[in-house]
């Protein structure tokens, strides 16, 4: 029979060590790919065949109230050794890729590097390391619990959900202050071009006006003489009053 809670299983790891890789940039490649393969493997197994990386067997189950819901968890089971062991070894990786990643990437410095840092080991490395120390209690008997990765799950999705949320933001604030350069760039440009329309305005008037100004000064200084010329004040030589 199937075991379909191995898929949300397997993504998880998957999920968490691709995000880790992509948010964090400093993870080991090789690690990574190791774990995949591991986990992929566990999931292959437990999956589509009878056998199971956990048990050999299952003697018997047992019924118990959690949040006043009836639950059925393991009684009695045969261990299956090296293969619960191997098991265990992915888990222990995917603590180890985590951590070194982590580490890391602290190590770079700066406050957006160690934020990340602590997100990683606070929201995924510690409910992670929580649930495999549970987990293996109630694997190897010592706990009479059900199974459950919700611990792990919930402090993953937090994280992830937080911090893409937080990209998002970032990426939609940079995109309205780009929008706002364009803008102020754009009104730059417009008072530019009305800068040098007025500029060449002014040139195309200075010159007419400053011809003017000067055929009425010499008019003035023709006037003011004890016997002004009038005939060369209203038609004066082109060479001499030329606009």
């Known amino acids: ?3 379909w809670l191995q898929v949300p299983v397997c993504l998880g790891f998957v999920a ?6 992509s948010y964090l940039g400093t993870g080991r490649v090789w690690l990574l790919w190791t774990i995949i393969f591991m986990r992929s493997a566990i999931f292959v197994v437990n999956l589509f065949s009878y056998l199971s990386f956990n048990f050999s067997s299952i003697d018997s189950v047992r019924r118990i109230t959690v949040l006043g819901e009836e639950v059925t968890i393991i009684g009695t089971a045969v261990l299956r050794g090296y293969w619960q062991l191997f098991a265990l070894a992915s888990l222990f990786l995917v603590m180890a890729y985590l951590i070194d990643a982590a580490v890391r990437r602290w190590r770079k410095g700066g406050p957006d590097s160690r934020r990340k ?18 987990a293996n209690l109630v694997v190897y008997g010592v706990v009479r619990a059900p199974l459950s ?11 992830m959900a937080y911090e893409l949320g937080r990209d998002v933001i970032a990426k939609r604030r940079a995109q309205l202050e780009l ?4 803008e102020q760039l754009a009104q730059a440009e417009r008072v530019s ?7 060449a305005l002014a040139h195309e008037l200075i010159q007419p006006l400053t011809a003017t100004k000067a055929n ?4 003035r ?9 009038l005939a060369a004040i209203w038609k004066p030589p082109a060479a001499r009053f030329c606009l």
């Open 179 to 182: 929008i706002e350069l364009r």
């Open 117 to 134: 840092a602590l997100a990683v080991n606070l929201g995924i490395s510690l409910p992670l390391l929580t649930t495999i120390i549970y």
């Open 149 to 159: 990765n919700l611990i792990w799950f919930l402090g993953a999705l937090l994280v």
């Open 221 to 229: 200084m023709e006037l003011e003489k004890e016997e002004p010329d």
């Open 193 to 199: 071009v009305l800068g040098q329309l007025a500029s």
């Open 16 to 21: 968490v060590v691709l995000f880790t890789h």
């Open 216 to 219: 009425v000064d010499a008019g």
């Open 1 to 3: 029979m199937a075991d």
